[in-house]
């Protein structure tokens, strides 16, 4: 038998109710701040630490060279090639331009960030929050430039 522990051992113990009535409600209640407070501050830790705003500007960077191309393609593949008039191609000239301006955009999303955290004189939460807020100016700010320069090349090609 590994466990010495039987039903008439734990019969015979000193377990009474009123170890846990001794608990007062404000000591539950602290201790369950507390826990929550380490939770909050274990996954803020986790969001400075484990940033994945490079993967995000990876794949931004993808969809604005991928989007820029198929123009590129789509212009030079076209079997009417004398139809785009010079309208055309400043339209797609300019859907280049904002398309190249919203990969640099998510170009800096998708370059570390080097992150000196000293503890003295920031708080975790606002360090997250400064970086969540960049993370969604960035964001919509490509979108933007993405949604124009798309706009911009639709325009140029059905024009």
């Known amino acids: 038998m590994r466990n010495n522990t039987t039903l008439e051992n734990f019969k015979s113990e000193d377990v009474t109710l009123d170890k846990f009535i001794d608990v007062k409600p404000?000591?539950?209640f602290l201790r369950f701040e507390e826990d929550i407070s380490g939770a909050y501050r274990d996954y803020y830790k986790d969001q400075v630490v484990n940033d994945k705003r490079n993967e995000l500007?990876?794949?931004?960077?993808?969809?604005?060279?991928?989007?820029?191309?198929?123009?590129?393609s789509i212009i030079k593949f076209?079997?009417?090639?004398?139809?785009?008039?010079?309208y055309n191609l400043v339209l797609f000239i300019i859907s280049g331009i904002i398309l190249i301006s919203s990969a640099l955009i998510s170009l800096?999303?998708?370059?570390?960030?080097?992150?000196?955290?000293?503890?003295?004189?920031?708080?975790?939460?606002?360090f997250h929050y400064k970086n969540t807020v960049e993370l969604q100016r960035f964001s919509v700010l490509w979108f933007v430039l993405w949604i124009l320069g798309l706009g911009f090349g639709l325009l140029g090609l059905f024009s």
């Open 78 to 86: 076209s079997s009417d090639i004398g139809k785009f008039n010079s």
């Open 108 to 126: 800096k999303l998708a370059i570390p960030k080097n992150q000196i955290i000293d503890p003295t004189k920031i708080e975790l939460i606002q």
């Open 57 to 72: 500007g990876r794949f931004l960077f993808g969809v604005s060279f991928t989007t820029l191309g198929l123009f590129v």
């Open 26 to 28: 404000i000591e539950v």
